[in-house]
Structure formats: C-alpha cells, structure tokens
C-alpha cells in the first residue's frame, strides 16, 4: 500500500520534469513582425519544420536545438522582464507540447503570440494566444501545405500574414483575403520578402488597391540586419 502510494507520488510530481521541447534559442529582441511590432519582447524558437520555404530566414532552426523542461524555459524567459513573449520557430506546432508551453506562459500572465505556418491545425492554441498565422502564397513553394480550415479558428486578436515574394504572389493574396473575407475575421498582413519585393512597390500596390490590409516591413532587419539574436 505504502509502496502504492510512493508511486502515484513520484508519477504526479514528474510532469513538471517530462515536458521537454526541443528549443533553437532563447533571446530578448524588439518585436520585428505583426501586430505586437516594436514591444520588447522574449522568443523562444523551436526547433524543426515540416516546410521548406524557399526564402525561409530561419533555415538554422530546421536541425539541432537542444531538449529543454518547459519550467526551465519558463525561468529563462522571467529573467528577461518582459511583458510579450512570441513563441515562433522553425514550426512551433509541430512539437505537440508547445501547446503546453502556450498554455503555462498564458497562465503567468504573458501577453504571449505564436508565430505559425498555416500549416498546421491551431484549433487546440489556447485562445489566449495571439496566433500570427501565415498563408503561404505560390511563391513560397509551399502553398498546397495551407490548411485552410484554420480560418475557422481565428479569433479577432488573431493576425493572418502573406509573405509575397512577386506581383503575382500579391494577385494571389489580394484574391485570398476577398475570397475567404479574412480581414472580417481578423487584421491581414501584407509583408515583402526580404530583398525580393521592393518594400514601396507593395506599399503602392496596396494603395491602388485600396485594400482592408496593414503594410508590414520586419523591424529587426532594419534595425539590426538580421544579426543573430535578434
Ligand atoms: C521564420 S517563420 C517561423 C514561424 C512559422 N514557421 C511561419 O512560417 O510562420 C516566422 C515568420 O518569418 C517570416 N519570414 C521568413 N523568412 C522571411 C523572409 N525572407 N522575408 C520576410 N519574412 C520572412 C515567415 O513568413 C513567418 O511569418
Ligand atoms: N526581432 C524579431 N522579431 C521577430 N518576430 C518574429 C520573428 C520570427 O522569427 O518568427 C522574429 C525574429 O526573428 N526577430
Ligand atoms: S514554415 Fe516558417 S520556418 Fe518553416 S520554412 Fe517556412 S518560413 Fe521557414
Ligand atoms: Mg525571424
């Protein structure tokens, strides 16, 4: 009986311990994207994703990483002192406990936001969360990956992104919005890929257009070039 009991005891205290994510890095920046632009802000990149975006900025977090306890991700953001955390990647979604990560830096009182591909369902993303979710248009080479049942799961806190690489990755983008009336659900961001569109040019487009659209240039590539740890 006594042995019973020591069981259940060990068994209840391990989940702090057992609920590990495989973390790229840990860093204290300037929001660069979306709607939380310009607050200082704690990410916690995971590592690993299903896509392969031809532009991807991030391709050093396909691979390595090490094996971290949510707690002990969860004191090394404390230590930074700051009110936003982004959880981003790499694909978050694609490590099932980062919904447990989600969840505990809710529960400490974050204003926490999630940066995702669209490629993977969100319906389970506590819905404290601000998912920034991207559809990832033809110029990507990836687009047949976009779920778009996802739409269903946005709530008004929600951001969708299109990264457009060319004129016609915009047509695309200008169609989807009107297609699907995304910007009735939530903001929709229209951002350049770096170096690929001209920044003015698709500010001008969205102007001619007249589309329900926010302009959104990454901040911490002007500011800082993309260094790492930024
Ligand atoms: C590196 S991804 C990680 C999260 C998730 N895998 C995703 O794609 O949303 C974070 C954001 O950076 C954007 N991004 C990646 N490479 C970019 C580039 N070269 N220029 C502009 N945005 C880029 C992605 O589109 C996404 O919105
Ligand atoms: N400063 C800064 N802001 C960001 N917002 C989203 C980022 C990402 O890589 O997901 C990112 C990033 O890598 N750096
Ligand atoms: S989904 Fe995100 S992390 Fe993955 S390749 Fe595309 S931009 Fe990079
Ligand atoms: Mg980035």
Same mark, same amino acid.
């Given at each position: ?67 971290? !306890? ?6 090394? /953001? @404390?230590? #930074?002192?700051?009110?936003?955390? +982004?959880?981003?990647?790499?694909? &978050? ?75 016609? !990755? ?6 989807? /919005? @009107?297609? #699907?009336?995304?910007?009735?659900? +939530?903001?929709?961001?229209?951002? &350049? ?38």
């Amino acid at each position: 009986m006594s042995e019973g009991n020591a069981t259940v005891a060990s068994t209840t205290s391990a989940p702090a311990t057992a609920e590990r994510l495989r973390i790229t890095e840990i860093f204290h920046s300037i929001q660069g994207e979306a709607d939380a632009i310009g607050w200082r802000t704690v990410f916690v990149r995971l590592t690993g994703c299903p896509l392969r975006c031809v532009w991807c900025d991030t391709e050093y977090s396909f691979y390595g990483g090490g094996w971290r !306890d949510i707690d002990d991700i969860l004191a090394e /953001v @404390a230590s #930074h002192g700051a009110r936003h955390v +982004c959880v981003t990647g790499g694909e &978050p979604l694609a490590q099932k406990r980062c919904l447990i990560l989600l969840q505990r830096l809710c529960d400490a009182g974050y204003d926490v936001s999630l940066e995702t591909s669209g490629a993977l369902d969100v319906a389970a993303v506590d819905p404290r969360v601000r998912k920034v979710m991207d559809l990832k248009a033809p110029g990507s080479g990836e687009s047949a990956r976009n779920l778009w049942s996802n739409l269903q799961h946005l709530l008004p806190h929600d951001q969708v992104k299109f990264v457009l690489a060319s004129r016609a !990755d915009y047509e695309w983008a200008r169609e989807a /919005v @009107a297609g #699907h009336a995304i910007d009735r659900r +939530c903001m929709v961001l229209f951002s &350049p890929v770096h170096g690929k569109v001209n920044p003015r040019e698709l500010a001008e487009w969205i102007i001619e257009d007249k589309l329900p659209v926010r302009f959104q240039l990454q901040l911490h590539k002007l500011l800082w070039n993309d260094a790492p740890g930024h």
